[in-house]
């Protein structure tokens, strides 16, 4: 984010071109890698994702008038709404995040002015490293900051994840939103997703989080994403029948599980026990990497990838393809595919003395069993959303 960041010059100078001034402020969020703990945020899991430096990035400055101009340094589009109101649109569609940020902050009351924006990304999009999740809480910050109020760190992430769920339409949890807002340097996140209690775990020192991309581009809306949701839900009401006081998954232990299965059809039992399991591995990775155990710590990275490949069937070949290629390098402490799944990215934790012999064999692997080339992303733990007055 400093001054002689290229991106950043690049798109200040695009601001002026475009908006014929300068911009007042610059605003950042950035994406995420969830390191363990997946579909479970929205059954009141724990999840531990660490946000990464890669962002989404906005010039802004207010405007009279209750009209948001947004324009995307990516698409090369700009689209103009109202505060009040705007339509859902189907063309320069990413600027439904914006729309549905505006939405929520006038639902909550929250005073809005009207403002400029220039807008790019170093967030791969549609790649499951929450570039949707960046793009609506940097907005929700630059609507912040425009209108000089106060909102309260978790409100914001809450706003998002509404905006996300109302407007764009995936039945997404709070995970993503939450760690752009409140992550800090260096440091893994860990959510307890039912009280939005949070406490930073840092991140070893001698390890690299990478992150492979499959280059499988999934798309949340109409993925398997909102059916599991429901899967999970029908699970929790048949358990409820014999155990009333439970409110999600959250609740259940595995000997519960275990003892109640034959409540459940056989999809219904996989679903929850992934669920479950998947808490289990949290709390106990969470302890490990407190402890510095880091091959515990990676074990449980493979089972989780397991987990969600059997029992919750959102990984895909491509996806196993590169899990399967990280464990052959002697460096690599964990792999597991990462986000909704259906495609999009693993995340791995590598020596970092073994980063580069990781890269070519992963890539040069990939390229023979796929005939597709994946990215590689070496990402360092950022911190979340910042704004900054020019
Ligand atoms: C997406 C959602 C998150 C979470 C993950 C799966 O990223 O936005 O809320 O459910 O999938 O763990």
Redesign the pocket.
């Known amino acids: 984010m400093g001054k002689g960041d290229p991106v950043r010059n690049s798109l200040l100078r695009k601001f002026q071109e475009v908006f014929g001034r300068p911009a007042a402020w610059w605003v950042q969020a950035p994406g995420r890698v969830?390191l363990i703990?997946?579909?479970?945020?929205?059954n009141d899991g724990f999840?531990f994702p660490a946000a990464i430096d890669r962002y989404i990035q906005m010039a802004v400055a207010p405007r009279d008038g209750r009209e948001i101009r947004a324009y995307s340094a990516d698409f090369g589009e700009m689209s103009t709404f109202p505060l009040e109101d705007p339509p859902h649109v189907a063309t320069a569609s990413w600027s439904n995040y914006l729309r549905g940020v505006a939405v929520q902050f006038r639902r909550r009351g929250i005073p809005m002015k009207g403002m400029d924006v220039a807008l790019s990304g170093t967030v791969p999009v549609g790649a499951?490293l929450?570039s949707s999740?960046a793009l609506e809480v940097a907005t929700a910050e630059a609507l912040r900051v425009v209108a000089g109020v106060e909102l309260d760190r978790v409100e914001t992430a809450l706003l998002c994840?509404a905006a996300?769920r109302e407007f764009v339409g995936?039945q997404?949890?709070?995970?993503?939103q939450f760690v752009s807002v409140l992550a800090e340097p260096g440091t893994a996140l860990f959510i307890d997703c039912r009280d939005l209690s949070y406490r930073t775990v840092p991140l070893a020192d001698g390890v690299s989080l990478v992150v492979c991309d499959s280059k499988v581009q999934r798309k949340?809306e109409s993925s398997a994403?909102n059916q599991r949701r429901r899967e999970c839900e029908e699970a929790t009401a048949a358990l409820r029948r014999v155990l009333p006081d439970i409110r999600a998954l959250r609740d259940i232990t595995t000997e519960q599980l275990e003892t109640y299965r034959s409540l459940l059809s056989d999809v219904l039992y996989r679903r929850a026990r992934h669920v479950v399991t998947e808490n289990e591995r949290v709390l106990r990775a969470v302890e490990l990497l407190g402890r510095g155990n880091l091959e515990a710590f990676g074990s449980l990275l493979y089972a989780s990838h397991m987990s969600l490949r059997q029992d919750y069937e959102v990984s895909c070949r491509e996806l196993d393809v590169l899990v399967e290629l990280a464990g052959r390098v002697s460096g690599t402490l964990g792999a597991r595919m990462t986000?909704?799944?259906f495609g999009g990215c693993t995340v791995n934790l590598v020596r970092d003395t073994a980063v580069e012999e990781f890269r070519t064999a992963v890539t040069e692997g990939y390229r023979e069993a796929t005939g597709m080339d994946c990215a590689v992303y070496v990402c360092r733990p950022s911190g979340g959303v910042l704004s900054e007055r020019l």
Not at 37 to 42: A, I, L, N, Q, V
Not at 172 to 176: F, Q, S, T
């Open positions: 969830n703990g997946e579909h479970t945020d929205y999840v499951g929450s999740a994840q996300e995936v997404c949890g709070i995970m993503d949340l994403y986000g909704a799944g």
